[in-house]
């Protein structure tokens, strides 16, 4: 009778046993299949999240406003009372009747005395030391506190100059004001890089920013798990392709708006007129395995015009068509687009070039342009050959006349060129100062573009390197078939 019943309590022991194991194994399910909703309910969140936010930055929040510690004295300087002399008591009556009592007692009572009087003199030694010692602390303590408000000092008036530039659209200081507005933006902490660069073009009150974004592997891989009793697996079930793909361009799309509402609303100098956003992926291109930055979003976004956008009720990837974005078909797969905006065509060294073509009939002698004239010519050549260029400041150091952009994947990236209108034979010197330019800017080439021709010495030290000399003849044959001029070299 006792054995059946420990067989039956060893059976329901058994049976609740796996049903709690069971349960587990069905809550650990249910956890995943949380954290992968919790996961793209995140995703699909990124621009609702910034519409709750308030993106602009208040410059009293940058300036140091923390108070000093007051002094405070160490529990080993505080001063303690002199010390009282102790009480002698006389002979009583009695005692008084004992030989000698008399003398002891004023012998008790002198030496109370000489006691006291040594430790009131090594209480006041003590004390005296206390005090310089405090001296010495509230000095100290003054000149920490003298040294800290005076770096608070300077520190708060850096904030009043960033402030006062920023609001004078300073083009350092918008492009600072904004590094700091993206910089705070928060999103998932997993797979979300959240570099960028950015320009600023004080002329069309332009900002142009290039964002690194996340890779498809954001996109949870699994859409579900679920448990299989029979094997006592849990089984996730894939991500269909298209949902992926959907749900990638969704978070894409999402960063390219929130970036443009997170500028335009933080705006508190009117500094942005337009901004200009490309979405790029840094990666290794599978081709060829070398490292690769494919754009795959880019919009120009005029700030009239977005403000009045109801992000809440936009679908994200319709909204950046109808602004006129470039976007990606297939992002996941690095089918790049072109950008807008060549970021490395940005530059506050650019100005505004001029048409020298258009007047080279009226003087086809080269050399009566004047210097300037000629590296506008140069520039304008290389525009009408299908390079973007940028003509730059003039400059003392040698430094580039123009910068070019070659758009075509692979072989082109960014060219530096320089313009000699020389009479004389370009020594190595200038084949040299190119070259260093070129290292210097990041440029994939550099180009030399002279009146006259090179010495042995110039071509000797441009070979095996990414260096292009193009004498006089050459410029006149380019200015023939690019440009339909004909001009030429006379002293």
Request: hydrophobic letters at 40%.
């Amino acid at each position: 009778m006792a054995a059946n019943q420990h067989r039956r309590a060893d059976q329901a022991a058994a049976k609740e046993a796996k049903a709690q194991y069971l349960a587990d194994r069905e809550a650990e399910t249910e956890d995943l299949n949380a954290e992968v909703q919790e996961r793209v309910d995140e995703l699909q969140s990124i621009l609702a999240h910034t519409l709750r936010v308030d993106d602009r930055i208040t410059f009293n929040s940058l300036r140091s406003k923390v108070a000093f510690d007051e002094f405070k004295l160490a529990s080993a300087l505080v001063s303690k009372p002199a010390p009282t002399a102790a009480v002698v008591a006389p002979p009583s009556w009695v005692q008084k009747f004992i030989p000698g009592a008399s003398s002891k007692h004023a012998q008790a009572v002198e030496a109370n005395r000489a006691s006291h009087a040594a430790a009131l003199a090594e209480h006041q030694r003590v004390e005296a030391m206390k005090v310089a010692a405090t001296a010495k602390a509230k000095e100290e303590h003054a000149q920490r506190k003298a040294a800290f408000e005076a770096e608070q000092q300077k520190r708060n008036a850096e904030v009043d100059d960033f402030e006062a530039d920023y609001r004078a659209k300073n083009a350092d200081a918008v492009v600072a004001y904004n590094e700091m507005v993206l910089t705070r933006s928060e999103y998932p902490d997993e797979g979300f890089p959240q570099n960028f660069r950015l320009a600023y073009n004080e002329a069309s009150s332009e900002l142009v920013v290039e964002y690194e974004l996340p890779l498809a592997t954001v996109i949870p891989a699994e859409a579900e798990y679920r448990y299989i009793k029979t094997r006592d697996e849990i089984e996730s079930k894939a991500r269909k392709p298209a949902e992926t793909k959907k749900l990638y361009q969704d978070v894409l799309a999402s960063i390219a708006l929130r970036t443009l509402h997170e500028l335009f609303e933080a705006d508190q100098a009117d500094a942005l007129s337009i901004a200009t956003f490309t979405g790029v992926l840094d990666t290794i291109d599978p081709a060829n395995g070398r490292e690769a930055r494919i754009p795959v979003i880019s919009v120009r976004a005029p700030k009239a015009e977005f403000e009045q956008i109801r992000l809440d009720k936009v679908d994200k990837v319709v909204c950046l068509r109808n602004l006129g974005a470039h976007v990606s078909g297939r992002p996941d797969e690095l089918q790049a687009v072109k950008p807008i905006v060549e970021f490395n065509m940005v530059d506050k060294r650019f100005i505004e070039q001029g048409d020298a073509l258009s007047g080279l009939e009226s003087r086809p002698n080269l050399m009566d342009l004047t210097p300037s004239e000629f590296e506008i010519l140069v520039s304008n050549l290389f525009g009408k050959m299908g390079l973007e260029t940028r003509l730059t400041r003039s400059s003392r150091d040698g430094g580039v006349d123009a910068v070019a952009f070659d758009a075509r994947p692979v072989l082109g990236g960014k060219v530096v060129i320089q313009a000699k209108r020389y009479r004389d034979t370009v020594g190595v010197s200038a084949v040299r100062d190119l070259y260093g330019t070129m290292l210097n800017e990041g440029a994939s080439k550099g180009i030399l573009v002279c009146t006259s021709g090179y010495g042995a010495d110039a071509y000797n030290f441009s070979k095996d390197k990414p260096l292009e000399l193009i004498d006089g003849g050459g410029l006149l044959y380019l200015l023939r078939e690019h440009a339909g001029t004909h001009a030429r070299i006379a002293s």
